[in-house]
C-alpha cells in the first residue's frame, strides 16, 4: 500500500533555476549545494556585453534536510517544488546526496 | 506552546525556591518540567519551570484536587486551566527567573519536587547553570571539559568544519574575457545562518 505524503521529497525544476543562491543561502541546515558560472548572453562584440548565470550542478544532501520546505518557499521562479515520493535509503552518506538529475528526476509516481 | 493556558510568573531568582513553594502549597504537585533559554543578547540565562495540579480519578471536580489546602486555595487568583487528556482542564503554573550569564546559579527545587532532580541536572549539563542544594549534577551524557553545548556562544564543530555553500556565487565564474570590476561593496556579503558571532573571534 503507498502511503501518501505531501513531504516526500524536493524535485528540481532546472530550466527554471536561475542559479541566484537564494534556496543554498536561506537553508538552515547547509545542505543545499550549488555549482554555477556566467556565460555571455547575447551579442558577444557588443562593447559590454550581457551575461547571465548557468547551473552546473544543484545538489541536496538528503542526510542534512530537514524537509522544511524553506527553500521550495524561497525560490523565486517556482524551481524546486515537493513531491511525495520519499527519498529512497543509501548505503552510505555520500549515496544521499543527490546531484541534478537525479533531482530532476519526475518520472515515479507522484512525480510533478 | 500551543494549548497551554497555564499562569506565567516572572520572578527574580531569589524568589524562585518560594515561588515554587506557594505553587506546592497551592496543589500544583506536578513537576512537568524544568529548563532554560540562552539570550546572549540580553547576558542573560532565562530558568523556566512547569507545575501542574495532579487530576486524580475522572469524576473528581477540580475544587478538591489533592494536594490542595482548602484555606489557601483562591491565594492565588482564579488560575486558567489548560487542556488535559479528557476534555478536561488542568490547572498549571509556568514560573520563569532571568540569571546573569556571569552568575548562573540558582536555588535547587529537588527538595520541592523530586521530579526535578534530572531536569537539574540534564540543565546544569547544557546550559551551565548551578543549582545550590541538588545531591549530584553529574552529567547525564558528555561529562569531560568543554562549555555547555545549548549555551549560544559555544562553537558548534559541523558548522565550523564545513565551508558555507551559500559563499559560492556565479560571479566568481566569469565568461573568459569579461572582466567586471565591481565597485567595492557592490555584492552584499551573505549571513551565514547558524553561526554565533562569536564563534569567529
Do not use: Y
Given at each position: 500500500?503507498?502511503?501518501?505524503?505531501?513531504?516526500?521529497?524536493?524535485?528540481?525544476?532546472?530550466?527554471r533555476?536561475t542559479?541566484?543562491?537564494?534556496?543554498?543561502r536561506?537553508?538552515?541546515?547547509?545542505?543545499?549545494?550549488?555549482?554555477?558560472?556566467?556565460?555571455?548572453?547575447?551579442?558577444?562584440?557588443?562593447?559590454?556585453?550581457?551575461?547571465?548565470?548557468?547551473?552546473?550542478?544543484?545538489?541536496?544532501?538528503?542526510?542534512?534536510?530537514?524537509?522544511?520546505?524553506?527553500?521550495?518557499?524561497?525560490?523565486?521562479?517556482?524551481?524546486?517544488?515537493?513531491?511525495?515520493?520519499?527519498?529512497?535509503?543509501?548505503?552510505?552518506?555520500?549515496?544521499?546526496?543527490?546531484?541534478?538529475?537525479?533531482?530532476?528526476d519526475?518520472?515515479?509516481?507522484?512525480?510533478? | 506552546?500551543?494549548?497551554?493556558?497555564?499562569?506565567?510568573?516572572?520572578?527574580?531568582?531569589?524568589?524562585?525556591?518560594?515561588t515554587?513553594?506557594?505553587?506546592?502549597?497551592?496543589?500544583?504537585?506536578?513537576?512537568?518540567?524544568?529548563?532554560?533559554v540562552?539570550?546572549?543578547?540580553?547576558?542573560?540565562?532565562?530558568?523556566?519551570?512547569?507545575?501542574?495540579?495532579?487530576?486524580?480519578?475522572?469524576?473528581?471536580?477540580?475544587?478538591?484536587?489533592?494536594?490542595?489546602?482548602?484555606?489557601?486555595?483562591g491565594?492565588?487568583?482564579?488560575?486558567?486551566?489548560?487542556?488535559?487528556?479528557?476534555?478536561s482542564?488542568?490547572?498549571?503554573?509556568?514560573?520563569?527567573?532571568?540569571?546573569?550569564?556571569?552568575?548562573?546559579?540558582?536555588?535547587?527545587?529537588?527538595?520541592?519536587?523530586?521530579?526535578?532532580?534530572?531536569?537539574?541536572?540534564?540543565?546544569?549539563?547544557?546550559?551551565?547553570?548551578?543549582?545550590?542544594?541538588h545531591?549530584?549534577?553529574?552529567?547525564?551524557?558528555?561529562?569531560?571539559?568543554?562549555?555547555?553545548?545549548?549555551?549560544?556562544t559555544?562553537?558548534?564543530?559541523?558548522?565550523?568544519?564545513?565551508?558555507?555553500?551559500?559563499?559560492?556565487?556565479?560571479?566568481?565564474?566569469?565568461?573568459?574575457?569579461?572582466?567586471?570590476?565591481?565597485?567595492?561593496?557592490?555584492?552584499?556579503?551573505?549571513?551565514?545562518?547558524?553561526?554565533?558571532?562569536?564563534?569567529?573571534?
Open positions: 500500500m503507498r502511503v501518501a505524503r505531501a513531504h516526500g521529497s524536493i524535485v528540481l525544476i532546472g530550466d533555476c542559479s541566484c543562491m537564494i534556496c543554498v536561506e537553508c538552515p541546515n547547509w545542505c543545499i549545494e550549488i555549482d554555477s558560472h556566467q556565460e555571455v548572453i547575447g551579442d558577444p562584440t557588443s562593447r559590454r556585453p550581457r551575461v547571465g548565470n548557468v547551473l552546473d550542478d544543484f545538489r541536496i544532501d538528503w542526510g542534512l534536510c530537514m524537509f522544511c520546505g524553506i527553500c521550495v518557499d524561497a525560490c523565486p521562479f517556482e524551481a524546486l517544488a515537493w513531491r511525495t515520493d520519499p527519498i529512497l535509503p543509501a548505503d552510505s552518506a555520500l549515496g544521499l546526496v543527490h546531484d541534478m538529475p537525479m533531482l530532476a519526475r518520472s515515479g509516481p507522484g512525480g510533478t | 506552546m500551543p494549548g497551554d493556558a497555564s499562569q506565567i510568573v516572572r520572578v527574580e531568582p531569589e524568589e524562585w525556591l518560594a515554587l513553594g506557594d505553587a506546592l502549597d497551592a496543589g500544583l504537585a506536578m513537576f512537568d518540567f524544568l529548563t532554560a540562552d539570550w546572549p543578547d540580553r547576558d542573560q540565562v532565562e530558568v523556566v519551570v512547569h507545575v501542574l495540579a495532579p487530576r486524580v480519578g475522572r469524576l473528581e471536580p477540580p475544587e478538591t484536587q489533592l494536594g490542595t489546602r482548602p484555606q489557601e486555595r491565594s492565588h487568583g482564579a488560575e486558567q486551566g489548560e487542556p488535559g487528556l479528557n476534555g482542564r488542568l490547572r498549571g503554573r509556568r514560573v520563569h527567573t532571568m540569571l546573569s550569564r556571569q552568575d548562573l546559579r540558582l536555588q535547587s527545587l529537588t527538595g520541592l519536587f523530586r521530579g526535578a532532580l534530572w531536569h537539574e541536572r540534564e540543565t546544569h549539563e547544557m546550559f551551565g547553570v548551578n543549582f545550590s542544594g545531591p549530584g549534577l553529574r552529567p547525564l551524557l558528555r561529562g569531560g571539559p568543554g562549555t555547555p553545548p545549548l549555551l549560544r559555544t562553537p558548534l564543530a559541523a558548522r565550523l568544519a564545513v565551508r558555507w555553500p551559500g559563499l559560492a556565487d556565479p560571479a566568481d565564474n566569469p565568461p573568459p574575457g569579461v572582466t567586471r570590476s565591481p565597485r567595492p561593496g557592490s555584492r552584499a556579503v551573505p549571513k551565514v545562518p547558524g553561526v554565533h558571532v562569536q564563534w569567529e573571534a
